[in-house]
């Protein structure tokens, strides 16, 4: 019997907005909100240092959501160029293989299987 649906439909949560599963829209606007507060902080401190504590706290709250929503739509991007037309789960390989958890074979011994 044929299955109804495909394994990549089948392994995989639903791709709602952006080209993003919810998962990956929740985890990239987290990450969003805490980069963001810190720039936030980082800016209405010295904003309030410098000129005034109120204008400082406009600022630095002005400069919290703008940022964290850059940030947030940057790492959707980033996961919806990495998933277009690839294997499943690609997106998630991609960002991982050149990372220290794996053993990276050199240039030079490869060269036979390269060229």
């Known amino acids: 019997m044929k299955p109804s649906m495909i394994l ?3 392994e995989r949560e639903p791709i709602v ?32 240092i410098l000129v005034n504590g109120g204008i400082g706290f406009l600022c630095g709250f002005l ?18 160029t990495l998933r277009a037309g690839r294997p499943l789960f690609y997106e998630k390989h991609v960002l991982n293989y050149r990372s220290s958890k794996f053993v990276q074979p050199a240039k030079r011994y490869q060269r036979e299987r390269n060229t």
Not at 63 to 80: D, Q
């Open 8 to 10: 990549t439909e089948l």
């Open 17 to 48: 907005y952006f080209g993003c599963t919810w998962t990956e829209i929740i985890r990239a606007t987290q990450s969003g909100m805490m980069m963001g507060a810190i720039l936030g902080l980082v800016v209405g401190a010295s904003v309030g």
């Open 63 to 80: 400069f919290l959501m703008g940022s964290s929503a850059v940030i947030t739509m940057r790492k959707l991007g980033k996961i919806r």
